[in-house]
């Protein structure tokens, strides 16, 4: 592949990941995120991530420094990870990481949004509907 014709398939390709918005993510790491988020938002620390991820992504657009978003996303890791000490869930190393990435987007968006592909909310309706 020469140098144009990467640039002519980045192109193309960029787009794609930007609508894809949170469904980038894993989707073992999202239902961990979700499962975890369901789990603990109540929580007196956890309570105050949304507030947290919105001021820090507020931050990073304004003033392009991600400090304060990488601290939360560490600290959501590390919660993440002791929650699946204590519930077992068959996952690769990766996926708490890209767990508490998503969820910290997540939880910065007014309101909380945890993203869901189509057939994921297709298959809880019909789950419901049982």
């Known amino acids: 592949i020469h140098d144009h014709d990467?640039?002519?398939?980045l192109k193309k390709l960029l787009p794609v990941g930007e609508s894809a918005d949170l469904l980038r993510y894993n989707p073992t790491a999202r239902a961990i995120?979700?499962?975890f988020w369901e789990k603990v938002q109540t929580n007196e620390?956890?309570?105050l991530w949304p507030e947290r991820a919105r001021t820090a992504v507020n931050i990073q657009q304004l003033f392009h420094?991600?400090?304060a978003l990488i601290d939360l996303q560490a600290e959501i890791e590390a919660d993440i990870?002791?929650?699946l000490t204590d519930n077992?869930?068959?996952?690769?190393?990766?996926v708490p990481i890209q767990a508490a990435e998503y969820l910290s987007f997540a939880l910065a968006r007014t309101p909380?949004?945890?993203v869901y592909s189509k057939y994921?909310?297709?298959?809880?309706?019909?789950l419901q509907n049982r």
């Open 112 to 114: 909380i949004e945890l």
């Open 45 to 47: 620390y956890p309570a």
């Open 65 to 67: 420094n991600d400090d």
């Open 33 to 35: 995120a979700a499962i």
């Open 6 to 9: 990467a640039i002519a398939i």
């Open 81 to 83: 990870r002791l929650f």
């Open 88 to 94: 077992p869930i068959k996952c690769g190393s990766y």
């Open 120 to 126: 994921a909310k297709e298959l809880v309706v019909a």
